[in-house]
């Protein structure tokens, strides 16, 4: 006498591929949020006069997900500030293979210069990525991990 199984083959495949999506829909949801936070951040933080807007309003983030841009949050009211941050995200993003990613970019060609120059543009959001990122990780994956066991057991 055995075990016999009294499901279809294809019901703990079909739930783990269930499980995978919400945890990757969470994940592009934290990184949303996350972004979000940080380019206010970096917006609000600046040390340098702004005097047409463009740099500050060039400040945007992309999620990246198997170096593909799953979600832009930058500006698409400033074309060529949009067109040098989705160049600069493409550029890093291709570099990226298996990965979920948070690029931050400051869209305008002057960027580097200004902050060259010792005046925060996306510096500060960078400073702070580096304390809240690892706590949304922890938060993130003890959530995953209760909800596995909960769904499949220790």
Known sequence: MGITKNFADDVIKSA??????????????????????LVKYAR????????TGNLTNSI??????????????ISTN???????AFDTAMAMA???????????VAGMNYAAYVEAKGY??????ELRAKSDFPAAIQTLTAKVKAKAVELFGK
């Not at 945007?60 to 949050?73: A, T």
């Not at 400033?78 to 040098?84: I, S």
């Not at 925060?120 to 959001?125: Q, T």
């Open 16 to 37: 783990v591929s269930a499980f995978k999506k919400r945890v990757d829909d969470a994940t592009l949801f934290m990184l949303q949020s996350l972004g979000e936070d």
């Open 44 to 51: 609000d933080s600046h040390n340098y006069t702004d005097r």
């Open 94 to 104: 291709n570099r990226l293979k298996d990965e979920w990613a948070l690029i931050i």
């Open 78 to 84: 400033m074309p060529l500030a949009q067109k040098g």
């Open 60 to 73: 945007g983030y992309v999620v990246v997900h198997k170096s593909q841009i799953v979600y832009s949050g």
């Open 120 to 125: 925060n543009v996306i510096l500060p959001a």
